[in-house]
């Protein structure tokens, strides 16, 4: 299956998490979090203004801005 | 040597007060406060959103005879990285030599709790793990196998429902027989990294543990940060066991090799955080499908629904102005009537102080300096202030138990990043709404220093509680005067709202010129939860925000009122040739004053205004009446009548709320920005912005009033 970013996933579609890349910063806070190879992230929100988006991953509900969606790749 | 003369995580500290210490650990949001709170009857402030504990919190408790000491840590997702909670949380936890260690996860979302727990077993045996919100739990119909955990994890493991303060009974047991050493030792729960790893940490454990006599389990620790190589907890490492880690020679060669040996096999050491980090989450997800059961896979799915709603296109930032103005509208109208009463009773008082004076034959001066002047302006800031802040911090403090704050934040955030600024900067200004005070101090939660500045410098800029009436007061008389009835109201507030929307465009606007010039920087990550919607504890809720805000600013606020009501007074009495020394102030500031299109007094009132906004309007009656102290009327007729005869038009009403929103903060407010960011220079700047935004909005209006009207 091709790699793509979380940013590309459609409200609802569920995708699994391959690699997280990027500065050490947000990667750490997205591992933090348990985004590690593996975990399914859903979009379920998008802000009025549309950016951030808040995904549902491991019983969670978390927004995140496109820049640092950019970095959760997904497959 | 024995193991006692072994430098160990728990080092005896000298004992004061308390027989045992027992530190409180969690994610955010988990109930860690509300636990803390219902042991200790403490009132520490508690939210239903991310980083309400921003430092440690002590309080003390008795059970049994023995005194407990408890230590609330910053709720932290993780301790292994480096933003502030996490390091206060982890270096608290290393080094605080608790006796107890009490991680609290939330029933609802164990599996990423875990993450913590599994992370805190590898720097301490003595730990309990609280599962708090069962209740929620039962209602999402999620079942945790208590047991079935405390069999893996080998720790004691409670289950409490934190609001209900019964529930912690079977905590408090635990919590003794964990401090006198009673539970049964099992040898708690190991994480087991991928075999390579763990032959490099053996490796470097073996020489730490030749070098400096360390227990194993912390050598352990210690071993895996140095592989990591965080150079930040190395050296808090080294400061706080008194031992060198980087620049050893031996412990550098053994890293090397050791990491040398790992690359060959593949493993990278840019690869060997993530790998120990994702060998904990998958650790803390095994037990978690282990010890947990959902029965229902929707539980969410309310919540969701409700999401969808408040967050959308359409209905998100509609709903969020109108629950705001809803707020306001209830503070505003609600506190009137306890204002009026606060003033008739403190007004009696007067009267009787009065006569009191009299009869000792106290100097009329004396009684007049301390009556007029300290006694009335004291009073008359605690009349204005206490009843909205009674109304509207409770109010506010439902929305945030709710778990509303971080939708707004969520709604909101796309205009904060344009100016490159955090979207919580948006609950930081819907506190400042309240009292800027407070929204300074509610800053905390911004993560990123240089955004955490930015909103404390831009808070001032929306009007507080102190300012909504004076503005609704001046829009009613000059704005909406020539309409009668329900049509005046309407318009009144159409006025103050734009008003507050222009503070909010200023806010983004100065946020956006902060982060190009003197607080240069790019947005950085946003990551905010958004936590599951839970109902407010009403009662809980009226009485912790009475006590934790409205109390505390009340209290800095008459610091400030006391001493002002004194100059205040002695300047309207004192002068020279009949010219009191108020009157000469306003003659000087009344050149710059006509450039703004206002008089010399009304700047005077706001500068003598500064320990309350609520007193400006007050001391311009005070001036225009010629009076020697502060006027109180309830008629905004009779006021506008007065404000008119006084050379008012409706530019002088529009630059005077532009003022009103755009002028140096309160006495209390500036304390605090001076407390939050520790610098005389930084509260000057804070003093500055929302001044010289106020002085060129002012004068731009004039001017362009003078150029197509007159």
């Given at each position: 299956m091709k790699e793509k970013t979380v940013n590309e996933l459609q409200l609802g579609e569920i995708g699994v998490v391959n690699n997280i890349i990027g500065e050490e910063t947000i990667k750490r806070r997205l591992l933090d979090l348990g985004l590690i190879e593996g975990t399914s992230i859903k979009p379920v929100l998008i802000s009025p203004s549309g950016d951030?988006?808040?995904f549902e991953f491991r019983g969670s509900l978390i927004a995140i801005r496109k820049e640092d969606a950019e970095n959760i790749k997904v497959k | 040597m024995s193991k006692k003369e072994k430098l160990s995580i728990r080092q005896k500290e000298t004992k004061r007060k308390s027989n045992y210490t027992i530190a409180l650990?969690?994610?955010?949001?988990?109930?860690?406060?509300?636990?803390?709170?219902?042991?200790?009857?403490?009132?520490?402030?508690?939210?239903?959103?991310?980083?309400?504990?921003?430092?440690?919190?002590?309080?003390?408790?008795?059970?049994?005879?023995?005194?407990?000491?408890?230590?609330?840590?910053p709720g932290t997702y993780s301790i292994m990285s480096h933003s502030e909670e996490e390091e206060i949380a982890r270096n608290y936890i290393c080094f605080g030599n608790p006796d107890a260690t009490v991680v609290v996860v939330d029933a609802t979302s164990l599996e990423r709790n875990l993450n913590l727990v599994l992370q805190i077993t590898e720097i301490t045996d003595?730990?309990?793990?609280?599962?708090?919100?069962?209740?929620?739990?039962?209602?999402?119909?999620?079942?945790?196998?208590?047991?079935?955990?405390?069999?893996?994890?080998?720790?004691?493991?409670?289950?409490?429902?934190?609001?209900?303060?019964?529930?912690?009974?079977?905590?408090?047991?635990?919590?003794?027989?964990?401090?006198?050493?009673?539970?049964?030792?099992?040898?708690?729960?190991?994480?087991?990294?991928?075999?390579?790893?763990?032959?490099?940490?053996?490796?470097?454990?073996?020489?730490?543990?030749?070098?400096?006599?360390?227990?194993?389990?912390?050598?352990?620790?210690?071993?895996?940060?140095?592989?990591?190589?965080?150079?930040?907890?190395?050296?808090?490492?080294?400061?706080?066991?008194?031992?060198?880690?980087?620049?050893?020679?031996?412990?550098?060669?053994?890293?090397?090799?050791?990491?040398?040996?790992?690359?060959?096999?593949?493993?990278?050491?840019?690869?060997?955080?993530e790998r120990i980090v994702s060998t904990i989450v998958k650790d803390a997800e095994k037990i978690g499908k282990k010890v947990c059961q959902f029965r229902n896979k929707n539980y969410a799915n309310r919540d969701r629904k409700i999401d969808k709603i408040l967050t959308s296109k359409k209905y998100g930032i509609p709903i969020m102005i109108v629950f705001l103005?809803?707020?306001?509208?209830?503070?505003?109208?609600g506190a009137n009537y306890p204002?009026?009463?606060?003033?008739?009773?403190?007004?009696?008082?007067?009267?009787?102080?009065?006569?009191?004076?009299?009869?000792?034959?106290?100097?009329?001066?004396?009684?007049?300096?301390?009556?007029?002047?300290?006694?009335?302006?004291?009073?008359?800031?605690?009349?204005?202030?206490?009843?909205?802040?009674?109304?509207?911090?409770?109010?506010f403090t439902i929305l945030e138990d709710l778990g509303y704050l971080p939708r707004i934040a969520f709604n909101m955030d796309g205009f904060f990043k344009k100016a490159c600024c955090s979207g919580k900067q948006m609950i930081t200004m819907c506190m400042g709404f309240g009292c800027n005070s407070c929204g300074v101090t509610g800053c905390r939660i911004i993560d990123s220093p240089r955004e955490r500045l930015i909103a404390i410098l831009t808070?001032?800029?929306?009007?507080?509680?102190?300012?909504?009436?004076?503005?609704?007061?001046?829009?009613?008389?000059?704005?909406?005067?020539?309409?009668?009835?329900?049509?005046?109201?309407?318009?009144?507030?159409?006025?103050?709202?734009?008003?507050?929307?222009?503070?909010?465009?200023?806010?983004?606007?100065?946020?956006?010129?902060?982060?190009?010039?003197?607080?240069?920087?790019?947005?950085?990550?946003?990551?905010?939860?958004?936590?599951?919607?839970?109902?407010?504890?009403?009662?809980?809720?009226?009485?912790?925000?009475?006590?934790?805000?409205?109390?505390?600013?009340?209290?800095?606020?008459?610091?400030?009122?006391?001493?002002?009501?004194?100059?205040?007074?002695?300047?309207?009495?004192?002068?020279?040739?009949?010219?009191?020394?108020?009157?000469?102030?306003?003659?000087?500031?009344?050149?710059?004053?006509?450039?703004?299109?206002?008089?010399?007094?009304?700047?005077?009132?706001?500068?003598?205004?500064?320990?309350?906004?609520?007193?400006?309007?007050p001391i311009i009656l005070m001036c225009y009446m010629q009076g020697t102290s502060l006027v109180n009327m309830e008629d905004t007729f009779a006021i506008g009548e007065i404000l008119r005869q006084n050379g008012w038009t409706i530019l002088t009403a529009i630059n005077v709320m532009l003022f009103t929103v755009f002028h140096f903060p309160c006495a209390t407010t500036l304390l605090t920005i001076k407390k939050e960011t520790g610098s005389w220079k930084w509260t000057a700047i804070g003093f500055l912005i929302p001044t010289v935004c106020g002085v060129v909005l002012c004068m731009l209006t004039t001017l362009v009033y003078h150029v197509f009207v007159i």
């Open positions: 951030p988006r808040a | 650990a969690g994610n955010p949001n988990v109930g860690k406060s509300t636990i803390f709170n219902n042991l200790t009857g403490m009132n520490q402030h508690t939210g239903n959103w991310t980083g309400k504990t921003v430092a440690n919190a002590t309080g003390y408790f008795g059970y049994r005879g023995e005194t407990y000491k408890l230590v609330d840590i003595n730990l309990i793990v609280c599962v708090n919100l069962l209740d929620e739990a039962r209602k999402k119909k999620i079942e945790v196998h208590l047991e079935e955990l405390s069999n893996i994890l080998k720790v004691p493991v409670v289950g409490v429902t934190a609001r209900k303060k019964k529930t912690l009974n079977n905590l408090l047991k635990v919590m003794r027989t964990v401090c006198e050493g009673k539970e049964e030792k099992h040898k708690i729960y190991q994480i087991q990294y991928q075999e390579k790893i763990e032959k490099a940490i053996e490796q470097v454990q073996e020489i730490i543990m030749e070098q400096y006599s360390i227990e194993e389990k912390l050598a352990r620790w210690i071993s895996i940060k140095v592989l990591d190589g965080e150079e930040r907890i190395l050296k808090e490492i080294e400061k706080q066991l008194n031992i060198q880690l980087i620049n050893h020679s031996e412990i550098d060669k053994a890293r090397k090799e050791t990491l040398e040996t790992l690359e060959e096999e593949g493993i990278y050491q840019e690869e060997f955080k103005l809803l707020i306001f509208w209830i503070t505003i109208v204002s009026q009463f606060l003033f008739s009773v403190f007004g009696n008082i007067q009267e009787k102080l009065i006569e009191f004076a009299t009869y000792i034959h106290c100097p009329e001066w004396l009684s007049n300096m301390l009556i007029l002047g300290v006694y009335q302006t004291l009073t008359w800031v605690i009349s204005v202030m206490l009843p909205p802040m009674a109304i509207f911090f409770p109010l808070n001032n800029l929306v009007p507080c509680n102190g300012r909504f009436p004076f503005l609704i007061t001046i829009a009613t008389i000059f704005i909406a005067g020539t309409i009668r009835g329900i049509g005046a109201s309407i318009v009144s507030t159409i006025a103050v709202m734009v008003v507050i929307i222009l503070g909010i465009i200023m806010t983004l606007v100065i946020s956006k010129i902060l982060s190009k010039t003197i607080l240069k920087g790019m947005p950085s990550s946003f990551v905010l939860e958004l936590p599951p919607y839970r109902k407010p504890q009403f009662l809980k809720v009226l009485v912790r925000s009475i006590f934790d805000r409205t109390i505390f600013i009340l209290g800095r606020a008459i610091a400030v009122a006391a001493p002002a009501g004194l100059v205040i007074w002695l300047f309207a009495n004192i002068g020279i040739q009949g010219q009191s020394l108020l009157t000469m102030i306003a003659n000087f500031l009344d050149p710059l004053a006509n450039l703004m299109g206002l008089d010399g007094y009304i700047l005077t009132a706001f500068i003598f205004g500064i320990p309350a906004n609520e007193i400006v309007l």
